[in-house]
């Protein structure tokens, strides 16, 4: 069984410069997780995803941060534009259904955002 | 606002010696309980997990845990460490409520010198 990919692995970017990150979920899985991960610290949830509708975005920076899941599969998530504090790991993880809770939560490999 | 502490940021030990790392948190509501870990260059990966039942959970590898409801507790343990054990291991609470979040603590460095 393939795992979560995300794209780029890593990526360097001036401050307000945008960027944008992929992730493509473990195939029939409904719910998709963002996580922000800053050195140091444990993940923290961006925004959740049940199938292509938004469950939970209470802790994205909306100002700042997007992100979409196209056709209830793959998503982006976008920052426009970087600040420094926005350094940090960007986790994706996937669950077969919404009370991720109940089963593993399959994270991705990261991408690592530099902000300069 | 709930949180989750690990109490050790990073552990050394030789290899064969006990591992204990805390986990505590702070909500007192119904809870699922995880322990998640990251070797070297690898993801995030589950390592074992409390939803109900005997307080006391195996996982991979070797290791266990207890959870200890009065104590909003849930201790990782590996009664003799290996060389490959060095990772980043996570505590992580679920609430049981309509948040469905998962809220991770800020991690523990396992370091084993063989």
């Known amino acids: 069984e393939a795992g979560v990919a995300q794209s780029p692995r890593y990526k360097i970017i001036e401050k307000r410069q945008s960027v944008a990150f992929w992730c493509n979920p473990i195939s029939g899985h409904a719910t998709l997780y963002w996580y922000q991960q800053i050195l140091g610290q444990g993940p923290k949830l961006l925004i959740q995803?049940?199938?292509?509708?938004?469950?939970?975005d209470s802790q994205l920076p909306k100002d700042r941060f997007s992100a979409e899941r196209l056709k209830g599969v793959d998503s982006t998530l976008k920052i426009q534009p970087a600040k420094l504090e926005d350094s940090a790991v960007y986790l994706c993880?996937?669950?077969?259904?919404?009370?991720?809770?109940?089963?593993?939560?399959?994270f991705g490999p990261g991408t690592r955002l530099t902000v300069l | 606002a709930q949180s989750v502490s690990q109490h050790n940021h990073h552990v050394i030990l030789s290899e064969a010696a006990s591992l204990e790392l805390g986990c505590n948190y702070s909500y007192g509501g119904t809870v699922n309980l995880f322990w998640y870990v990251q070797y070297p260059g690898q993801h995030l990966q589950l390592l074992l997990k409390y939803f109900s039942g005997d307080p006391l959970v195996k996982g991979i590898k070797g290791f266990e845990a207890e959870f200890i409801k009065s104590k909003f507790s849930f201790n990782l343990r590996k009664p003799s460490v290996q060389w490959s054990d060095t990772a980043e291991y996570f505590c992580a609470v679920f609430r049981m409520d309509s948040s469905y979040k998962l809220i991770f603590g800020s991690g523990t460095r396992l370091l084993v010198r063989p």
């Open positions: 993880a996937s669950s077969p259904d919404r009370s991720g809770g109940y089963n593993e939560q399959f």
């Open positions: 995803f049940q199938n292509n509708g938004v469950v939970d």
